[in-house]
């Protein structure tokens, strides 16, 4: 069982991504944060396998919250889930730590393929980018 933590502000949104994720058997989401710093205190206090991480949260941007994750658990695999175009932040997400990437406009179709990627150790950008592995982004 995939065990999440979800940090996103948008209750829609919020929503949604328990929808995609309720219809596979083997992932859950666990936790839900509407801020960065409960976002970090939670995935510092418990066991996750995934943490998606909106990039645009009410008290912290998801860099300053996906910092302070990598200095309690440095191996948890985060996902980014961006309104952003990945041309403009996939990379540098990455470089700052995070295990993926995925603009929100491509969830339909690759939410639970970034889900299982980055919790199998891959890197992951979405569109015509879609699995590297974490050797090509070092």
Not at 19 to 48: H, N, Q
Not at 64 to 85: Q, Y
């Amino acid at each position: 069982m995939i065990k999440i933590l979800f940090a996103d502000d948008n209750p829609t949104m919020q929503e949604n991504i328990r929808d995609f994720i309720a219809a596979e058997p083997d992932m859950v989401v666990a936790g839900r944060a509407e801020t960065g710093r409960l976002a970090s205190e939670l995935a510092c206090r418990d066991e996750w396998d995934v943490v998606l991480l909106d990039l645009t949260l009410p008290d912290q941007s998801g860099v300053e919250t996906l910092k302070e994750i990598r200095r309690c658990r440095p191996l948890l695999p985060v996902l980014i889930v961006s309104g952003f175009p990945e041309s403009q932040y996939g990379t540098k997400v990455i470089r700052a730590g995070a295990n993926g990437y995925l603009a929100k406009e491509r969830i339909p179709e690759e939410l639970v393929p970034a889900i299982r990627a980055v919790a199998q150790g891959q890197n992951y950008l979405s569109s015509k980018r879609a699995h590297q592995t974490a050797e090509t982004q070092a």
